[in-house]
């Protein structure tokens, strides 16, 4: 079965310092990862993808994340944080697990704050 | 604006009542997610319709139920409503399947008092 571990519940970052949101995946499929983020009373925006291709994928916003292997991590990264990043950000696995379908298998999701 | 539309955006309705919430995909999209978030449950699955049939099935209680009509919009039924049916409830929609992105609708806030 595939599951996604996001390692911080919250996150805390000066404006202008780096991000950096871990995720760790297991499945037993080539998965298919993406980052949404959701922020106050809003829905979820897909932040990136990645699915079989570049390793490196770049986002919206600035945004980017690696997919390793070898290390099941999907960390999504930014160099230099801004207000308006404040919000919650969830690590989502989809792979087959099995069956015919895919299956989108969110993570608990990290709060990012972001102080001035 | 994802494209996706879930209506209504706010809803409080008393116990053991039964509410419809509605959702009409982005145009093109032939499958439509239904996702409850709550506090203590974070983000569940709860069902998928593919071009007007059930694909799938997560966590979807026996009070609930769904379809997916020939317009490729869907409802979600939540009948004999408790407290801890308060969530927040999200429809997606993606192409065909989720190994692309799904993309979701601002979602309608359930209140049950």
């Known amino acids: 079965a595939q599951s996604v571990t996001q390692l911080d519940s919250h996150v805390s970052v000066s404006e202008g310092t780096p991000v950096l949101l871990r995720c760790n995946y297991s499945?037993?499929?080539?998965?298919?990862l993406f980052w949404y983020v959701q922020h106050p009373n809003k829905g979820l925006q897909l932040l990136l993808k990645?699915?079989?291709?570049?390793?490196l994928v770049k986002g919206i916003n600035g945004f980017e994340a690696e997919f390793k292997k070898s290390e099941t991590s999907f960390h999504l990264t930014k160099p230099s944080a801004h207000m308006s990043d404040a919000a919650e950000y969830f690590c989502?696995?989809?792979?087959?697990?099995?069956?015919?379908?895919?299956?989108?298998?969110f993570g608990k999701g990290t709060l990012l704050t972001v102080n001035p | 604006d994802s494209g996706v539309t879930q209506t209504p955006k706010h809803l409080i309705t008393a116990t053991g009542q039964r509410v419809t919430l509605r959702c009409s995909p982005r145009?093109?999209?032939?499958?439509v997610y239904w996702y409850q978030q709550s506090l203590d449950q974070g983000l569940q699955f709860l069902i998928q319709?593919?071009?007007?049939?059930?694909?799938a099935k997560g966590n979807i209680l026996e009070r609930f139920s769904a379809q997916q009509f020939p317009d490729l919009h869907s409802e979600l039924n939540l009948s004999s409503l408790e407290l801890g049916d308060s969530a927040l409830y999200f429809c997606?929609?993606?192409?065909?399947?989720?190994?692309?992105?799904?993309?979701f609708g601002q979602g309608t806030r359930l209140t049950v008092v």
């Open positions: 997606a929609s993606s192409v065909r399947d989720v190994n692309t992105e799904a993309f």
């Open positions: 319709y593919y071009n007007g049939e059930e694909r």
């Open positions: 499945s037993s499929y080539s998965p298919s």
């Open positions: 145009s093109g999209d032939l499958s």
């Open positions: 989502v696995v989809s792979d087959r697990s099995g069956g015919s379908n895919y299956k989108l298998t």
């Open positions: 990645y699915t079989s291709a570049a390793t």
